[in-house]
């Protein structure tokens, strides 16, 4: 299985801050990479595909690059919807994983 | 509006059967893959398994033999049918509709979830 890895697990930020989320997968997946905002108490989102492209509806605040290996999670000024739990995944072989979460608080 | 509900949850004793529901509404199902993703509480997302929308379905190797994926397409639903319940299969159980295009796989549209117990 293909592991995932996220760094960190907690991102101490206030608003207005630029902040970068780290995933890195166990072997290389192309672009086959997801990014999903969890809030608290709700279903996760789709922010990010294809490891760079913003979904519908996602705020331009949100980007995201890599490829292989190594991939990011930049948010460029963080609102307060923004202090959520993000999860990257994999989606380039069966079984699907996701990475155990980077947690944005306050 | 596009909308995939899930239903099912309880609390089940260890050895036990559970069979959850997601229904969905405002798109096509039978186009689509479906996943099943749990969460243990507080915990990371875990992917359960996928009924492909050609018929083909895939398990998670902690879940294979025990849960079984069916698809009612004249109600747009598919079930997720849990037997041999064990206390580690508690968790919060998401369907989730996947995207497969040019741009990857990914999963774009979520339930609310169901909460699974396993206790006795």
């Known amino acids: 299985d293909i592991q995932m890895t996220q760094s960190p697990s907690s991102l101490p930020a206030s608003l207005g801050d630029r902040v970068s989320l780290t995933c890195r997968a166990s072997e290389a997946i192309s672009n086959y990479l997801n990014w999903y905002q969890q809030q608290a108490g709700k279903a996760p989102r789709l922010l990010i595909h294809?490891?760079?492209k913003l979904h519908s509806g996602v705020p331009s605040r949100f980007s995201a690059s890599g490829s292989a290996t190594d991939f990011t999670l930049v948010i460029s000024s963080l609102q307060p919807e923004d202090f959520a739990t993000y999860y990257c995944q994999q989606s380039y072989r069966i079984p699907w994983t996701f990475g155990p979460g980077t947690k944005v608080e306050v | 509006e596009e909308q995939l509900v899930e239903s099912g949850g309880g609390l089940v004793q260890p050895g036990g059967s559970l069979r959850l529901s997601c229904e969905a509404s405002g798109f096509r199902f039978n186009t689509y893959d479906i996943q099943w993703v749990r969460q243990v509480r507080e915990k990371g997302l875990e992917w359960v398994a996928t009924s492909g929308s050609s018929g083909d379905t895939h398990y998670q190797r902690s879940v294979r033999g025990r849960f079984s994926l069916f698809r009612e397409s004249f109600d747009n639903s598919l079930f997720l049918q849990m037997n041999s319940l064990r206390a580690e299969d508690s968790a919060v159980y998401y369907c989730?509709?996947?995207?497969?295009?040019?741009?990857?796989?990914?999963?774009?549209?979520w339930g609310r979830g169901t909460v699974v117990t396993v206790s006795s």
């Open positions: 294809a490891a760079s």
């Open positions: 989730a509709r996947a995207i497969y295009s040019s741009s990857g796989y990914y999963f774009d549209l």
